[in-house]
């Protein structure tokens, strides 16, 4: 079921660092590309979120960089935090409202 | 609102019972999907359905799995009998329109020994 790959699987930052996790996609009817963020013992919740038609999206200290003809996209998390310590997930949906998630990255922000 | 609301938030069955799991998703949302979260697979889409019409169950990894959605506030999914390698955490998610935000349930973790 896998359309969308997401790497790396875990990553440590020191506090203030930068947290990079990237993502690829096959299936070019996807039209929307949301990242969520889970903390242990909850569901995920919407970080941010991207269309293909745009190329960057920044909400506070989170950015999504977004490259339609290479089929991929990227979470920046600037200046990161030990209270963004956190599993990431990046998903991809279609215009049938399908949402498909990535393998997640589980981030740790040491102090 | 009280958000998308699951139940049971923990279940422990035996091998071959079976299990039924509940989900009200958010007043007004027209699309409601069924996850399964596991170590090893991540977060898989088992089924969603867009006004109470099941859309794609190509997720649903066996006839023991079945999912229903009488009416616009509530969602079942049933699995029948129950399996060990059923244990997983399973998250229930509504929406409203396209390309819009999924709001998920706190999950029901599974087990099933």
């Known amino acids: 079921q896998q359309q969308v790959k997401q790497s790396p699987q875990s990553l440590i930052v020191q506090k203030g660092g930068i947290s990079i996790i990237n993502c690829a996609y096959e299936?070019?009817?996807?039209?929307?590309f949301p990242w969520y963020q889970q903390f242990p013992g909850k569901g995920p919740a919407l970080l941010i979120a991207?269309?293909?038609?745009?190329s960057e999206k920044k909400e506070g200290r989170f950015t999504i960089s977004f490259n339609k003809s290479a089929k991929q996209f990227s979470l920046h998390i600037m200046d990161s935090q030990p209270g963004d310590s956190a599993t990431y997930f990046c998903?991809?949906?279609?215009?049938?409202?399908?949402?498909?998630f990535g393998t997640g990255t589980l981030l740790a922000v040491q102090p | 609102d009280a958000g998308v609301i699951q139940s049971p938030r923990h279940e422990v069955t035996e091998m071959g019972q079976e299990v039924t799991l509940r989900c009200k998703p958010i007043?007004?949302?027209?699309?409601l999907f069924w996850y399964r979260q596991t170590m090893m697979r991540g977060l898989e889409l088992l089924i969603y359905?867009?006004?109470?019409?099941?859309?794609?169950d190509s997720g649903m990894p066996e006839d023991r799995f079945s999912a229903k959605m009488p009416n616009a506030s509530f969602s079942t999914l049933k699995i029948q009998p129950s399996e060990p390698r059923d244990s997983a955490v399973y998250f229930c998610?509504?929406?409203?329109?396209?390309?819009?935000?999924?709001?998920f349930g706190q999950g029901t973790r599974l087990t099933v020994v």
């Open positions: 998610a509504s929406k409203q329109g396209a390309r819009t935000e999924a709001f």
């Open positions: 299936n070019t009817a996807f039209d929307y």
């Open positions: 991207i269309r293909p038609d745009v």
């Open positions: 998903a991809a949906m279609d215009a049938t409202n399908k949402l498909i």
């Open positions: 007043s007004g949302h027209n699309s």
């Open positions: 359905f867009n006004n109470n019409v099941p859309i794609d």
